[in-house]
C-alpha cells in the first residue's frame, strides 16, 4: 500500500495496515517542502488546535470516540496517554502526542517512511490519498487528471447549516418562489421591516476572522461573504440573496420585507443550511447574528460558515462508501481531502480506508458503518450522490437518520441518538470482530487499548 501524506489520516491506516502484516509505503513530504500551516516534521502532527471535543457518550463528538475504540484505533488511544486537563473535552499535549505517532511507525517493520513530495499517483498498485487542505498543487494536478479537476476544491465557501429540529416551525413557511420544484423545496424565514434592520446592523458591525497570510482574495472575488454585500447598503441583501420577490408569507397574506432561505442538506431533511450565507464571521459572531434570523432564535448549528484555502474532492460524485474512487478504485481518499472534517473525523477517513483495504486484501466482506452511528451518518453523507451541493462536514446530529418516534428536548434527543448508535454499534462490532481483533489486541498488548475491552464488553 502507498499512503500519501503523514496526517492524521495517513498514520492511522499506515498502523492499521502495517499491525495486520501489509507494508505499506508512506509519504510525508516535511520538512523536505514545508506546508503553509505546519510548523513541524512530525507525523500525524495537530496543526490549530489540541481539543479533540468532548467525551460525553451521548453526544456526537462523544459517540465518535467510541466507535474509534471500538474499532481500535492507535492516534484515538496515543491521544488518550497523552492527554492534558481540559474539563469534559479530550486535549493532548500536541508535541507529545505527535512524537509519540512518529515514534509508534518508525518502529514498524511493515512501514517505510519517505520523506519527499509525491507530485504523481502511482500507476499501479492500491494508495490512499490522505494530503489534507492544503494538498500541494502538484498532486492536486495528479489528483485532478484521474477525477477531473471540476470535481476538485481549492477554496471552501460554505454557508452555515443549523439542525433542523432546533428551526422554530411555526416562524418560517415552506415554499419555492413562484411555486417551482415541489413548491415547498425551501423553508422560508420572513422579516419583517424593523427585524430585518435590526439584523443588518448587527451584521455590518460583527466580528471578522482574520485571513492566514497563505489565503488570498482569489475566494472573495468568486464569493462574496454576506456582510460584505450588507455593506454596501441597508437594502442590498433585500435585492441580493434575501429578496423576497416571488414568496408570500402565509401568516400575513403579504410580501416579506425580505427572506431567508433555508435549502435541506440531506434526504432526511434533518439539517437545513442558509443560502447565500457564505461568511467570513467569527463563529461566536455568526451565532449571535444570524438567531436573529425569525425562526432560528434557538437555532443550533451543525456547522458555521467558512471561507478559507480547503483542497476537497466532490466526494458525492467521486467515492464510494469505503472512500474508493469509483473510477479507480485502487485509489482511496481519506481524511479532510474527502471533506469529513475534524481531527477525529479525519482518523476514521484512515481506519475506514485501510479496514476496507485489508478486508478486500483477505477476502472478506468490506465493512460499511452503520447510518445510526456518528461516522456512519457522516460517510453516508460524504458519499451519498443524493448530497447536491456539498459541502466539508463533521459529524453531528444533523447527519442522524431521524428518531421514530421523535423525542422532543436536546439532551433526551441526543441520549436517544446515542443509545440507538451503541446498540448499532455492537451489532456491527461484533460481526466484523475477526477483522478488528489484529488492532485490538495490539493496543491492549501496549497498554494503551484503555477503551477496547470497554467497547467489545
Same mark, same amino acid.
Not at 492536486?140 to 476544491?153: F, M, N, P, T, Y
Not at 418562489?177 to 443588518?200: I, V
Given at each position: 500500500?502507498?499512503?500519501?501524506?503523514?496526517?492524521?489520516?495517513?498514520?492511522?491506516?499506515?498502523?492499521?495496515?502495517?499491525?495486520?502484516?501489509?507494508?505499506?509505503?508512506?509519504?510525508?513530504?516535511?520538512?523536505? +517542502?514545508?506546508?503553509?500551516?505546519?510548523?513541524?516534521?512530525?507525523?500525524?502532527?495537530? !496543526? #490549530?488546535? *489540541?481539543?479533540?471535543?468532548?467525551?460525553?457518550?451521548?453526544?456526537?463528538?462523544?459517540?465518535?470516540?467510541?466507535?474509534?475504540?471500538?474499532? /481500535?484505533?492507535?492516534?484515538?488511544?496515543?491521544?488518550?496517554?497523552?492527554?492534558?486537563?481540559?474539563?469534559?473535552?479530550?486535549?493532548?499535549?500536541?508535541?507529545?502526542?505527535? %512524537?509519540?505517532?512518529?515514534?509508534?511507525?518508525?518502529?514498524?517493520?511493515?512501514?517505510?517512511?519517505?520523506?519527499?513530495?509525491?507530485?504523481?499517483?502511482?500507476?499501479?498498485?492500491? !494508495?490512499?490519498?490522505?494530503?489534507?487542505?492544503?494538498?500541494?498543487?502538484?498532486?492536486?494536478?495528479?489528483?485532478?487528471?484521474?477525477?477531473? !479537476?471540476?470535481?476538485?476544491?481549492?477554496?471552501?465557501?460554505?454557508?452555515?447549516?443549523?439542525?433542523? %429540529?432546533?428551526?422554530?416551525?411555526?416562524?418560517? &413557511?415552506?415554499?419555492?418562489?413562484?411555486?417551482?420544484?415541489?413548491?415547498?423545496?425551501?423553508?422560508?424565514?420572513? &422579516?419583517?421591516?424593523?427585524?430585518?434592520?435590526?439584523?443588518?446592523?448587527?451584521?455590518?458591525?460583527?466580528?471578522?476572522?482574520?485571513?492566514?497570510?497563505?489565503?488570498?482574495?482569489?475566494? &472573495?472575488?468568486? #464569493?462574496?461573504?454576506?456582510?460584505?454585500? %450588507?455593506?454596501?447598503?441597508?437594502?442590498?441583501?433585500?435585492?441580493?440573496?434575501?429578496?423576497?420577490?416571488?414568496?408570500?408569507?402565509?401568516?400575513?397574506?403579504?410580501?416579506?420585507?425580505?427572506?431567508?432561505?433555508?435549502?435541506?442538506?440531506?434526504?432526511?431533511?434533518?439539517?437545513?443550511?442558509? @443560502?447565500?450565507?457564505?461568511?467570513?464571521?467569527?463563529?461566536?459572531?455568526?451565532?449571535?447574528?444570524?438567531?436573529?434570523?425569525?425562526?432560528?432564535?434557538?437555532?443550533?448549528? @451543525?456547522?458555521?460558515?467558512?471561507? =478559507?484555502? *480547503?483542497? &476537497?474532492?466532490?466526494?458525492?460524485?467521486?467515492?464510494?462508501?469505503?472512500?474508493? +474512487?469509483?473510477?479507480?478504485?485502487?485509489?482511496?481518499?481519506?481524511?479532510?481531502?474527502?471533506?469529513?472534517?475534524?481531527?477525529?473525523? %479525519?482518523?476514521?477517513?484512515?481506519?475506514?480506508?485501510?479496514?476496507?483495504?485489508?478486508?478486500?486484501?483477505?477476502?472478506?466482506?468490506?465493512?460499511?458503518?452503520?447510518?445510526?452511528?456518528?461516522? /456512519?451518518?457522516?460517510?453516508?453523507?460524504?458519499?451519498?450522490?443524493?448530497?447536491?451541493?456539498?459541502?466539508?462536514? =463533521?459529524? *453531528?446530529?444533523?447527519?442522524?437518520?431521524?428518531?421514530?418516534?421523535? !423525542?422532543?428536548?436536546?439532551?433526551?434527543?441526543?441520549?436517544?441518538?446515542?443509545?440507538?448508535?451503541?446498540?448499532?454499534?455492537?451489532?456491527?462490532?461484533?460481526? *466484523?470482530?475477526?477483522?478488528?481483533?489484529?488492532?485490538?489486541?495490539?493496543?491492549?498488548?501496549?497498554?494503551?487499548?484503555? /477503551?477496547?475491552?470497554?467497547?467489545?464488553?
Amino acid at each position: 500500500m502507498t499512503i500519501i501524506g503523514g496526517g492524521l489520516a495517513g498514520a492511522e491506516a499506515a498502523w492499521q495496515l502495517a499491525i495486520r502484516g501489509i507494508r505499506v509505503d508512506l509519504y510525508e513530504m516535511r520538512p523536505t +517542502v514545508m506546508g503553509p500551516a505546519h510548523h513541524t516534521a512530525s507525523l500525524a502532527e495537530l !496543526v #490549530c488546535s *489540541n481539543s479533540l471535543k468532548g467525551t460525553d457518550p451521548a453526544t456526537p463528538a462523544g459517540m465518535v470516540k467510541r466507535e474509534l475504540e471500538a474499532m /481500535g484505533s492507535m492516534l484515538l488511544a496515543t491521544a488518550r496517554k497523552h492527554a492534558v486537563p481540559a474539563g469534559a473535552a479530550l486535549a493532548v499535549d500536541r508535541d507529545r502526542f505527535s %512524537a509519540a505517532v512518529t515514534a509508534r511507525l518508525e518502529t514498524l517493520d511493515e512501514v517505510t517512511i519517505h520523506r519527499e513530495e509525491m507530485t504523481a499517483l502511482p500507476a499501479t498498485g492500491p !494508495v490512499i490519498v490522505a494530503t489534507g487542505p492544503l494538498t500541494s498543487d502538484a498532486l492536486a494536478r495528479a489528483l485532478s487528471e484521474v477525477i477531473g !479537476v471540476e470535481r476538485l476544491a481549492f477554496y471552501d465557501a460554505a454557508a452555515p447549516i443549523v439542525d433542523a %429540529a432546533t428551526i422554530d416551525r411555526p416562524r418560517v &413557511f415552506a415554499a419555492s418562489r413562484y411555486g417551482k420544484g415541489t413548491g415547498t423545496d425551501y423553508l422560508n424565514a420572513p &422579516f419583517a421591516r424593523d427585524e430585518y434592520e435590526r439584523f443588518h446592523a448587527a451584521l455590518v458591525t460583527a466580528e471578522r476572522v482574520t485571513a492566514k497570510e497563505f489565503e488570498t482574495a482569489e475566494l &472573495f472575488q468568486a #464569493c462574496q461573504p454576506v456582510e460584505e454585500i %450588507a455593506r454596501r447598503g441597508i437594502d442590498a441583501l433585500r435585492f441580493g440573496p434575501l429578496k423576497p420577490v416571488g414568496l408570500t408569507d402565509p401568516a400575513t397574506g403579504r410580501r416579506p420585507w425580505a427572506v431567508v432561505q433555508l435549502r435541506t442538506e440531506n434526504r432526511d431533511r434533518t439539517a437545513y443550511n442558509l @443560502v447565500g450565507f457564505q461568511t467570513n464571521l467569527t463563529f461566536s459572531a455568526q451565532r449571535d447574528v444570524f438567531r436573529l434570523i425569525p425562526g432560528l432564535e434557538s437555532a443550533e448549528f @451543525v456547522r458555521y460558515g467558512v471561507m =478559507h484555502r *480547503n483542497t &476537497f474532492v466532490d466526494a458525492p460524485r467521486l467515492l464510494d462508501s469505503t472512500f474508493a +474512487v469509483r473510477s479507480d478504485p485502487r485509489i482511496r481518499v481519506a481524511g479532510q481531502l474527502a471533506g469529513t472534517e475534524g481531527y477525529l473525523e %479525519a482518523v476514521a477517513g484512515g481506519l475506514i480506508a485501510a479496514l476496507a483495504f485489508a478486508a478486500e486484501a483477505s477476502g472478506a466482506e468490506v465493512p460499511v458503518l452503520p447510518v445510526e452511528t456518528a461516522l /456512519g451518518s457522516l460517510v453516508r453523507y460524504a458519499t451519498d450522490p443524493g448530497t447536491d451541493p456539498y459541502q466539508p462536514m =463533521h459529524a *453531528n446530529a444533523g447527519l442522524f437518520p431521524p428518531l421514530d418516534p421523535p !423525542v422532543r428536548g436536546k439532551r433526551p434527543r441526543y441520549a436517544a441518538y446515542a443509545a440507538r448508535g451503541a446498540q448499532a454499534l455492537a451489532t456491527w462490532s461484533e460481526a *466484523n470482530a475477526t477483522l478488528l481483533a489484529p488492532a485490538l489486541a495490539a493496543l491492549d498488548d501496549d497498554g494503551t487499548g484503555g /477503551g477496547s475491552r470497554d467497547a467489545r464488553a
